[in-house]
């Protein structure tokens, strides 16, 4: 699955033979995603709490990374901060030609709805819009035409197999159909990047693995970048690189097929 | 696509049971309003409606028209003085009558046609002009009949809001007054009136002529027409006693119509955070709320004042009650701002959304 891998093991890391990550960003300075030097602290004196620690990396355009890491790790915090939803207290993460860590409030939530696609946990669709509903809302952010948002909803419900649900409330949808909708929702303004956070989480093995390929297959087939946090090491394997995330810090950067052996 | 719109559609019991209890609020503030001020217009209504400027009453009258005593010569005493324009005497009394057939109290109040203190708030027919016509407000059709004593005095119009003391209240002649007043009281020497209504000249100070009044003719007070409503005994409490009623329930009302939109929009923020977190503004979230509030409280008082027009045809309350549109725009109106100031608690909670909460969100 590692179909292009950005960075080649050059260096000694603590548990393995993989690159460092500050190595694999500065190596890569054209990349899509760049993040250098993030750092996330809440609170302060005593009650400090180092989120994120000096976070460096990159990601190429058309590469699908995973940011593993066990729960506490840090990762929410640093896809928070990268899919500009979440301000960092230092460093700089930048997509494409904008810097995401220098924008206003306001410029973040239009950011967020013209640049980033979203895929979250659960919860992830709005329960009184239907399906189509669901994309044609993320279109409306944008002003894109009427018109060509419901055909560009139903040609992604199409692809999505969800064509024939297109009508149906989040409710009357089972778990893999919900998240199949989101993955659609998050393609549905041609983001730069598509962040996906814990996408398994609600979903028994066979769906989740299902949902992970779709969404490798889609960000793939549009030449996306993509950023899947996971705990879960079964679904890194459709993955082209890892990030591991422990303690805030950015430990291990590995390629899918060296993890669990 | 609306999202407020869709919402409502989708969720038709929820914001059906809330425009219900929305309804039921805004109807207790209209049927309060409308009772309360029905009920203070039924005590002043009749003075508030003279067509005059000021009133004198004799000074041993407390501010009480109905204890006011005054010889009939001080009406031309009162319009002779500078910045008078024209005066006229006014009476009244409370006695037994006949008003269409059914017996019971009625006050009667005598006037001048054409003159000050004729009364304004005529709703069909028209005034008397003779000696054997009556205006009534009151229960009776134009046509009907007022007896008192041995008068028989035919109904040619009738008022409304002009009742006093909440009875109902016939207007007459002078003379038609002085000889009700007369076939009740043979012995008196001569009928006194209880006011005398007065204009101002042109140019000249209602104020100023008052005073003058006061001081230039033996043993009388004059007022404006705004004072003399004002002095009516116990009025001041009365309509103190409604607004502080009124006024809790309205506050009590917006209140609880706030928390309502408080309690749905916490029951969706997990929506809203997941929306401003796909990119939509805490603007855009502020607009949709308010526009579910707008939406729910003009169906909530379109529903209010149905229920308030059956309510008042369905309960006799002994006074004249009727809608008045400037008193329900008025409400409707305050229940709909003070409803939109109560949903910047919503708003607040909204604006103050972090959308990173939406990531790690179960």
Known sequence: MNEDPVVQATGAVPDGTGPSPAADALSHAGALLQVRDVRKVYGEGHTEVVAVSDATMAVDEGEFVALLGPSGSGKTTLISIIGGLLSATSGTVRIGDVEVTGMSRRDLTRFRAERVGFVFQSANLVPFLTARENLLYVAGLVKTPRAAAKSRADQLLEELGLIGRAGNLPEQLSGGERQRVAIGRALMNDPDLVLVDEPTAALDTAMGRQVVELLRREIKARGKTGIMVTHDLRMVEYTDRVFEILDGELTHVEEPSTLGH | ?362
Do not use: C, H
């Open chain 2, 1 to 362: 696509m609306g999202l407020a719109t869709v919402e409502m559609r989708r969720a038709k019991l929820r914001f059906g049971l809330l425009t219900i209890a929305v309804a039921l609020l805004v109807f207790l503030i209209l049927l309060l309003t409308t009772l309360s001020s029905a009920l203070i217009s039924s005590l002043v209504g009749a003075l508030k409606g003279l067509d005059t400027q000021g009133l004198v009453y004799s000074t041993s009258s407390q501010d009480n028209i109905a204890a006011s005593r005054l010889a009939p010569e001080t009406v031309a005493a009162v319009a002779a003085v500078p910045g008078v324009a024209a005066a006229s005497g006014i009476g009244t009394f409370t006695t037994s009558a006949s008003i269409s057939g059914v017996e019971g109290d009625l006050q009667a109040f005598g006037f001048t046609p054409d003159a000050p203190g004729a009364p304004t708030a005529l709703s069909a027919g028209r005034l008397p002009a003779n000696e054997a016509e009556v205006a009534v407000d009151g229960d009776a059709a134009i046509g009907d009949v007022v007896v008192i004593g041995s008068q028989s005095l035919e109904i040619v119009g009738l008022l409304r809001g002009a009742q006093f003391n909440a009875l109902p209240t016939a207007y007459m002649t002078l003379p038609a007054y002085e000889r009700a007043v007369t076939e009740i009281n043979p012995g008196l020497p001569f009928v006194p009136v209880n006011a005398v209504a007065f204009t101002v000249a042109e140019g000249a100070s209602l104020a100023e002529v008052a005073g003058a009044v006061s001081t230039s003719v033996v043993d009388v007070k004059a007022y404006s027409l705004d004072e003399a409503v004002a002095s009516i005994p116990g009025i001041d409490s009365i309509s103190q006693s409604f607004g502080i009623l009124v006024g809790l329930t309205f506050i009590i009302g917006i209140v609880v119509i706030g928390f309502f939109f408080l309690i749905l929009t916490v029951q969706k923020m997990r929506t809203f955070t997941l929306l401003r977190a796909i990119g939509s503004s805490s603007g855009g979230l502020a607009r949709a709320v308010t526009l579910q509030i707008v939406v729910v409280v003009v169906l909530a008082s379109a529903v209010a004042l149905l229920l308030t027009l059956g309510a008042l045809q369905g309960i006799n309350t002994g006074i004249p009650v009727s809608i008045d549109p400037v008193t329900v725009t008025g409400t409707i109106a305050a229940v709909l701002i003070f409803s939109l100031l109560a949903g910047l608690l919503s708003i607040r909670r909204i604006v103050r959304i972090d959308p990173s909460a939406a990531v790690g969100s179960r």
